[in-house]
C-alpha cells in the first residue's frame, strides 16, 4: 500500500508543478525527501525509466486535451482545409512550428554537453533551494512588464530563440521552465495568451521527442504486473491534475498574477537552504550499512519511489540527480547498471 501511495502522490505532485511555476522537480525532491525520511531509508537510485517518461506523458496528454480544439483546426489547416480562419491555415501552421523548432534547439547543449553539471546539481539540495529564488525573482520581475500585443504572426524568430535560451535553464533543480519561458515571453512583448500557449507548445517536441528516445532504451524485464499499473495510475493522476493546472496557469497569468508565486518560493526557497546547510551524518556519499548488513552508498539527491525495500527510488537508472518513481522488488539488479537520464524531458519543469 505504502508504494501505491507514494506512486500516486508523486504523479499529484508532477502534475501539479509541471505547469505552474514553480518547479516540478524541485517538488518532487522534497517530496521524494520525506518519503525517505518518513521511511528510513536512504534513495541510491533505481531503473524507474518507465515511470519517468509515463509520467511526463501524462502530463504531455494534458496539454493535447486542453488544446484539442485548436490541435484539431490547426491540423485540418494543415492538410489544406480552406475553411478554417486564416490563423489556422497551412502558412500559418507551418511558421508557428519553425517558431516552436527554434525554441527548441537551445535545449541541445544540455543534452550534449552540459549533462554532467546538471546532474551535479541536483546532487545538492541547497541548489534547489537557489533555484527557487532563482525562480521567484523572475516571477517577481514579471509585475514590471507592460501587456503586449505579440501573437502568433508578430513573433519573430529572435523571439522565438530568447524563449527557448530561457528554456535551456529548466534542467537545473529548482528552477521553473514555465515561469522562465512565460516571463521572457511577456518581456518580449507576447500577449498575455500566446505566452502561456507558447510556452506549452514548446514542450511538446521536447517531452515528445526526449520519451521516444528513452524508451528504446527500456528493459522490459525491470518491469512487473504491479509497477506497470503503479506508473500507469500514476501517469493517469498527472495528467488530470496538469489539466487542471493548465487552466489555472492561463488565469494566473491573464490575471497578470504570476508574481504571487513567487513569495511562496521565497518562502520555500530559504526553508530548503536551511535545511541544506544543516549538517548530515552521512550525506556526503560514504558507503553506509543497510538493515540487512549489506553496504550501501548514501547520497542527498534522492530519486527514490515507492519500494519495500531501502535503497530504491524513481526517475532512472542509477545516475546522480534522478528523480524518484515506483519500483519493484525484481528490479534489484537494475540498481547496478549504468544509464541515462530524461534530461531534456526537464524542460516542464
Known sequence: MTAWLEALVLGLVQGLTEFLPVSSDGHLKITQDIFDYVRNRTSVGADNLFFDVMLHLGTLAAIVLHHRAVVKTGVRGLFGSTTVAPAYQRASVIRVGLLAFVAT????????????????????????????????????????????????????????LMVGMAQAFAPLPGVSRSALTVATALAMGFSRSWAVGFSLLIAVPAISGVAVFELKKLDPNTLSSERIAQTVSAAIVAGIVGYMAIIWLVKIVRNGRLWYFSVYLVILGAVVLGIGSMPRGSGDGTPSVAPDGSSRRSTSRSSAGPADRPGNTLDRPLSPGRRAGPRSADATTGAARASSRLDLARTLA
Open 105 to 160: 534547439l537551445p535545449l541541445v547543449p544540455d543534452a550534449l554537453y552540459f549533462k554532467p553539471l546538471i546532474e551535479q546539481a541536483f546532487e545538492s539540495l541547497k541548489a534547489t533551494g537557489v533555484g527557487f529564488l532563482i525562480t521567484a525573482t523572475v516571477l517577481a520581475l514579471t509585475l514590471r512588464f507592460k501587456e503586449g500585443t505579440k501573437g502568433p504572426r508578430e513573433t519573430l524568430w529572435i523571439d522565438a
